[in-house]
């Protein structure tokens, strides 16, 4: 099982940041596998969710420091759950993880939080950095 990640390298501020997260040996789509969250590091305090999409129920959460300049797209057939992130800033400069593992009752109150608790499967993580 791996989860491929792709889209970091560096953007300037303002600029577009376009993540990919693929899955190979797993189904997205699938009871045990639906939700697909990005996380990335926060210096000093850990490794922090800022989006995920329930691929079953097609519902998403964004956290506050990207809410209404993310959007996830979900494409079943390539298994690739994409983030894009707008307008970026250099506070969006970090590693980011995708990571895979069942769907909570709902993403109302946010993304599953525990990383090795939560999710069957992680990626290796993409750099972000972005340049002002």
């Known amino acids: 099982v791996q989860l491929l990640e792709s889209g970091g390298g560096e953007v300037q501020t303002g600029g577009t940041l376009n993540l990919s997260c693929v899955g190979s040996?797993?189904?997205?789509?699938?009871?045990?596998?639906?939700?697909v969250a990005w996380f990335r590091e926060i210096p000093g305090k850990g490794t922090t969710a800022v989006a995920c999409?329930?691929?079953?129920?097609?519902?998403?959460f964004y956290q506050d420091s990207v809410k209404g300049r993310a959007t996830f797209s979900y494409d079943d057939a390539a298994n690739t759950v994409r983030l894009q992130i707008g307008d970026v800033n250099p506070d969006d400069t970090s590693v980011y993880y995708c990571?895979?593992?069942?769907?909570?009752?709902?993403?109302?109150?946010?993304?599953?939080?525990?990383?090795?608790?939560?999710?069957?499967?992680w990626g290796q993580g993409t750099q972000v950095t972005v340049s002002t």
């Open positions: 990571g895979v593992g069942p769907a909570p009752e709902t993403l109302v109150n946010g993304c599953p939080k525990l990383p090795f608790i939560d999710y069957n499967y």
């Open positions: 040996g797993v189904n997205f789509g699938t009871s045990g596998n639906a939700v």
């Open positions: 999409i329930d691929t079953t129920a097609g519902t998403t």
